[in-house]
């Protein structure tokens, strides 16, 4: 009884974070829509009106770091990430589970010391109030803060994962990259 | 322990993780940053997972990556994959394998259009493996020769992968990508000359097909091929005529392609856009974890001094350059059974390249071999993206181990296509060398 | 002991950038008698450019070249040259401003200090003059072309110049020039072959650019600070000497890119015939003086008079 509570209410917990990652994941889209856009309209402009659009370069720049660090725990929650099941698939049921949880406790470990070194290096960048120095100037520190943040949604995302393959609540995922994803 | 051991030692603890079932992405860089902490210190190794992310990601070129995931998706919205292949069924549906060799002539037409190997087998998954299984077709042929087939589109330009071998390499982008399309167009004629072969020696492969189209329903059939070549003639007048970079053409051919969609389809509903946006976010999320991390993987093999030091036995060997090039075939082989490619190009042309030019190899031609030995990789086990992604997008009507199978034409065919780059390098060096 | 030396530059590149780095760290081995070496890790395998001064800084690297323009709020008085464009010295000069800085304004020490950085050595850059794929006879000429710019300080000075500043990445500028997309792009005579951009575009106009700075040879601050005086008197002297030995090697390669520019490359240089005069007119174009302004005013807020400074990088 107890057991059936905890599962539900992890089942909870996890699509409350997904929605989340979903909402950041479509920014990302947008994001990756509106850097299409301002990719064609400088080449048109360049070429027909001589006034290429300041600062393509950079704001290109920036916007490929922001898709990446929005969609990049998106992708984990969804189990996109790319890991090898040739070998854990044959194993018996209980030493894959194990196999499974120490998968998901080095990828929180990983993205958690990466989050770390993220967060010093924004940081550093806010506290001289570093910007892009380009055709256009702006700051770029809230870039740099961007991938903190996303490295720190997937640490977390790992961290649930891992809890998921505990209380069993993880489905065994037998295909390594869901249809849905390509 | 010498920094060479723990070097060796990162390497096997690499690939026992990947077996292991870890993330790709967090054996590498996990691997990768323990074996900095061993060999420099905790700080360092900090510091690196500190900028690496941000760095890598910062950059206009890598721009094209998401840019062309996103043209292949609208390509695929706007069914322009289906019309090339319907266009095919009428001409070679009567050969035995035809429908095969029909996929890998659409594929070759669609991965000039798209940079995305991983698009492309998925396109083609979605679009002729339904169509071949119903007809016959067994599945280990069906399967494969999607497999192998989507790997056309990093041959033939334009190809993010190449523009990944252009940036590590420091070689000249355009080049490169023009240098691709003979060598691409060969290595599809090879794919169906394999089919063919392998039909021919198990027919109960692949059944022949009655076919009555007409001379004038074939001709009239080609209509379906003209807006996915208006695009690609498009995109490569517009790169020739200077109207944009070839990291602009990926922005540019994501908008034709949006456009002719939306025409198409006459609806931006069915387009699906957010659908379409969040499927391009995700797999550029795959591919770019992947490069950082490689990325994080080589910088501990250059610290731990293996990388210069296998770089270093490879150019002081006193052998023929041709066993150097077998060498590093070899290397390239058993990497890339274990690595996705641009993880495989990150860590290993610091020290291929090099050797290679010490060697008076040609770096485009060198670049086209490499692309070649890693699109072999993509489709052999363990790690053979392209056939996860067959399985994956086959709804359960494959198994892992039918794609696999059923590739053994097909790898030898990516040597023979090996051999004839190094015994007519021009295959590779008559387009770019006319550019300049 | 043997240091780490982490470098973007590839090993094969055989410029007078990488010769001078193998000389440094030949010389070093040499003048220690062999007791201590540097051992260099070529081609960015360990960092990338941007990320060289965090990696010098926590000890992934001892010795490391700074591309110091791309961190103009974390140097910004290292940066001073890179908010002077134009301006009149030549490699030379500026490498010998920059010790002089060094010399006598603490400040200009104690803002690499801040990042855990020392520097050793300076290394600028070439004189820079204008490389076109059509000929420029004068300065009016430049009006209405497209001009590959970069950075924040180029546009300004291509504006002045009545052209039109195009932004294209380092390596897509080969097929910029070649296509069409730019007309032109500021460059030296050394780099515009490294990049073999004197294939496509086949006019050099000696347009007094300057030079420009630059990489710091730069030391792990600890690392510095670590070694015995002997040594790190061997660094001092090397640092010092580094600059003459590279800017000769520059001198070589200059001279033989423009013999061969004049025997099988076939490209012209052309004299847009500019004078001091005409420079200095040009530099109080408003937009050349806001990104001057824009230094002053960092410099001052530093503690740091600018004046003197100034001076010498203005057109007199
Ligand atoms: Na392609
Ligand atoms: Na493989």
Known sequence: MTDDRAVSAYGRVRSAYGWALLVAGSFAGIVTFLMMLLVVANVLLRSIADAPIDGTLELTQSALVILIFLSLALTQYEGGHIHVVILTQRLPARLRTAVRFLAMVLGLVFFAWATKGAFDFALRSYTINEQEWGAIRFPIWPVKFVVFVGLLALAIQFLIDAVGVLVGELPDDEDAVKEEHL | MTNLTIGLIGVCALFASILLGVNVMVALGLVGAVGLTVLVGIVPATSILSTVFFDTTHSFHFSVIPLFLLMGFFAMRAGLGSDLFEAATKWLGGIRGGLAISSTIGAAAFGAASGSSVGTATVFTKIALPEMLARGYAKSLAAASIAIAGTLAVMIPPSALVVVYGILTNSSIGGLLIAGLIPGVVFAILICAATYIAVMRRPALAPRLQTDATLSEKLWSLRLAGPLLLIIVAIIAGLYLGVFTPTEAGGVGAMLTLILALVRLRSFRKLALMRTLLDTIRTSAMIFAIIICALIFSRFLALSGLANTVGGFLTTLDVNRWVVVAMIVAVYLVLGMMMDAPALLAITLPITHPVMMKLGFDPIWFGVFVVLLCEIGAVTPPVGINCFVVQAASDGRVALEDVFRGLVPYVIAGFVMLVLLCAVPELATFLPDRMR | ?316
Not at chain 3, 89 to 105: C, D, P
Not at chain 3, 205 to 224: D, Q, R, T
Request: net charge negative; hydrophobic share 35%; proline share 6%.
């Open chain 3, 1 to 316: 002991k043997t240091y780490r030396w982490i470098t973007f530059k590839p090993q094969g590149a055989g410029d007078a950038q990488q010769r001078s780095t193998q000389w440094f760290v030949d010389e070093f081995a040499k003048r220690t008698g062999g007791k201590h070496t540097i051992e260099v890790f070529w081609g960015g395998s360990v960092a990338g450019t941007r990320e060289i001064p965090t990696a010098l800084a926590s000890g992934v690297g001892d010795f490391g070249d700074i591309i110091t323009p791309y961190f103009p709020d974390q140097f910004p008085l290292n940066n001073a040259v890179g908010f002077f464009i134009p301006q009149p010295n030549n490699t030379r000069e500026i490498g010998e401003l920059m010790e002089k800085w060094h010399a006598e304004i603490p400040q200009f020490e104690q803002e690499l200090a801040n990042s855990g950085i020392k520097a050793v050595g300076f290394r600028p850059l070439e004189s820079y003059g204008i490389l076109c794929t059509e000929p420029v006879e004068s300065v009016a000429d430049f009006k209405g072309r497209r001009i590959r710019s970069y950075g924040f300080a180029y546009p300004k000075l291509i504006e002045a110049l009545g052209g039109s500043p195009v932004s294209i990445a380092t390596s897509e500028t080969y097929e910029a020039l070649e296509r069409g997309i730019v007309d032109c792009t500021p460059i030296g005579p050394a780099l515009a072959r490294g990049w073999k951009y004197d294939e496509v575009a086949k006019y050099y106009i000696e347009y007094p650019i300057g030079a420009s700075f630059g990489h710091l040879l730069a030391m792990n601050l600890a690392s510095y600070e670590g070694m015995d005086e002997e040594t790190r008197a061997i660094v001092d002297q090397l640092g010092k000497d580094y600059l003459g030995v590279y800017a000769d090697m520059l001198d070589d390669d200059e001279s033989t890119v423009r013999e061969a520019w004049e025997s099988e490359l076939g490209v012209t240089v052309i004299d847009p015939g500019v004078s001091t005069e005409d420079m200095a007119t040009l530099s109080a174009n408003e937009g050349i003086q806001e990104v001057r302004k824009d230094w002053i005013e960092r410099a001052t807020a530093l503690g740091v008079d600018p004046d003197p400074i100034v001076a010498e990088l203005e057109f007199k």
